[in-house]
């Protein structure tokens, strides 16, 4: 399966400021890549289908615009927190779709935002 | 809405103890499955999926699923668990309306074996 990585692995910004968090897929070519978001003991939400080339599709109670996706080649995708708060604090997880449905995920960011 | 639920938050065993976890789904139609597992410390790797034919399903490490249909349910199995099965363990589903391959995810079970 496809290789997935993510940059940075951890990080801790203060109230207000934005963060950046890339996802690249090492060997494979990614037209489609998936941004989850876990909580704690919690499981995998989805918050925006990127697609290469257009713009992202944001999934219902997700705002697009505290959250800026930017899908523009097919081994990166990068998601900004923007004017980041202490409830933004969570593990933002991409994920690459594969072929029949099947989708390789990324090792996860832990943002915490103080 | 479609929904994925797994019945058991936390579950604990004993090295060589049997394994069954339980996901039941919501969808009506048609759907693929999935259960990912999460190591600590790790990302998300798929333990097995369905999606036509044989619902007993055959995974790494010694897992299988089974599809029962008219119960909504794909449990995920192991015969004898290890120490090393201990991780967080999802269950999800993509359907045909679901456009786009959108997984839908279960709340996850974490699994504790002892040595």
């Known amino acids: 399966g496809a290789v997935v990585s993510q940059h940075p692995s951890r990080v801790i910004c203060k109230s207000g400021t934005s963060v950046k968090i890339e996802c690249r897929s090492l060997?494979?070519?990614?037209?489609?890549m998936f941004w989850y978001r876990q909580f704690p003991k919690q499981s995998l939400m989805l918050m925006a289908t990127?697609?290469?080339?257009?713009?992202?599709?944001?999934e219902q109670g997700v705002e697009k615009d505290k959250f800026l996706i930017n899908h523009a080649s097919l081994t990166l995708s990068t998601l900004t927190v923007t004017s980041a708060h202490p409830e933004d604090s969570s593990f933002y997880i991409c994920?690459?779709?594969?072929?029949?449905?099947?989708?390789?995920f990324g090792p996860g960011t832990r943002l915490t935002v103080l | 809405a479609q929904s994925v639920s797994q019945h058991n938050h936390h579950v604990i065993l004993s090295e060589a103890a049997s394994l069954e976890l339980g996901c039941n789904y919501s969808?009506?139609?048609?759907?693929?499955l999935f259960w990912y597992v999460q190591y600590p410390g790790q990302h998300l790797q798929l333990l097995l999926k369905?999606?036509?034919?044989?619902?007993l399903v055959k995974g790494i490490k010694g897992f299988e699923a089974e599809f029962i249909k008219s119960k909504f349910s794909f449990n995920l199995r192991k015969p004898s668990v290890q120490w090393s099965d201990t991780a967080e363990y999802f269950c999800?589903?993509?359907?045909?309306?679901?456009?786009?391959?959108?997984?839908?995810f279960g709340q996850g079970t974490e699994l504790s074996v002892k040595p």
């Open positions: 994920s690459v779709a594969g072929g029949t449905d099947t989708q390789y």
């Open positions: 060997d494979f070519q990614a037209t489609t």
């Open positions: 990127s697609n290469e080339g257009s713009k992202a599709t944001y």
């Open positions: 969808y009506g139609g048609t759907v693929n």
């Open positions: 369905y999606f036509s034919g044989d619902p």
């Open positions: 999800a589903v993509i359907s045909p309306n679901n456009q786009g391959g959108k997984l839908i």
